[in-house]
């Protein structure tokens, strides 16, 4: 069992820019989720997929924030443009029956 | 008052000291619990489930107090390994998967 991968571990970008994060969740997972992590805010839920399927956004900061779900396998979250404010980490999480299993997160820096 | 509230400490103990956490939840009608670790820049990892009559495994103990509305996390004989920040998990009514609310953790720094 290789865990949840995300995609990339850190990413450095200027504000402006386009951010795509990616994340594989655990094979069999139904369920998948993506966190923001800080220091002031701790981890917050920005939006969740049940079978692919878009149940709860209503996390996602404003609609520079989006993210899709393709395939059972794959998943993105997307910033653009970014700003300096969306630097935090984020995780991406899936379970099954099982409670929830975090991937490594992607450390995101907006200069 | 937040939906789950921890003390943030942080929390210096000594190697073989006891030391406990609470977490407190809003929402009367939650109905799962969980405490997570996470170590310094890595990704929270599930420590155990909190079950209504108590659970324990090993030296970390879990209990749910449904009338004050906290979950407790108390660890014995601590180790230098268990330096992490602790995490409680609280599910809200009707198990809605996406309804994981997760507090903002206790740092726990055990000295030799």
């Known amino acids: 069992d290789a865990g949840v991968i995300q995609s990339p571990r850190h990413e450095v970008t200027e504000m402006g820019q386009e951010v795509t994060l990616r994340c594989k969740p655990i094979s069999g997972h139904n369920s998948l989720f993506w966190y923001r992590q800080t220091m002031m805010r701790g981890l917050e839920l920005l939006i969740y997929f049940n079978n692919n399927v878009p149940i709860d956004d209503s996390g996602m900061p404003e609609d520079r924030f989006s993210a899709k779900m393709p395939n059972a396998s794959f998943s993105t979250l997307k910033i653009q443009p970014s700003e300096p404010r969306d630097s935090a980490v984020y995780f991406c999480?899936?379970?099954?029956?099982?409670?929830?299993?975090f991937g490594n997160g992607t450390r995101l820096t907006v200069t | 008052r937040k939906e789950v509230e921890q003390d943030p400490g942080p929390f210096n103990v000594p190697e073989g000291a006891t030391v406990a956490f609470n977490c407190t939840y809003s929402?009367?009608?939650?109905?799962?619990f969980f405490w997570y670790r996470q170590d310094c820049r890595k990704e929270p990892k599930l420590l155990m489930s909190?079950?209504?009559s108590g659970n324990e495994d090993g030296r970390f103990t879990a209990q749910l107090n449904r009338a004050s509305q906290y979950i407790s996390l108390l660890i014995r004989d601590s180790k230098l390994s268990d330096s992490a920040t602790y995490l409680c998990?609280?599910?809200?009514?009707?198990?809605?998967?996406?309804?994981?609310?997760f507090g903002k953790g206790t740092k726990l720094s055990v000295k030799p």
């Open positions: 909190v079950y209504s």
């Open positions: 999480a899936s379970r099954g029956d099982s409670p929830l299993h």
């Open positions: 998990v609280v599910v809200g009514k009707g198990g809605s998967q996406g309804n994981l609310i």
């Open positions: 929402n009367s009608a939650s109905q799962s």
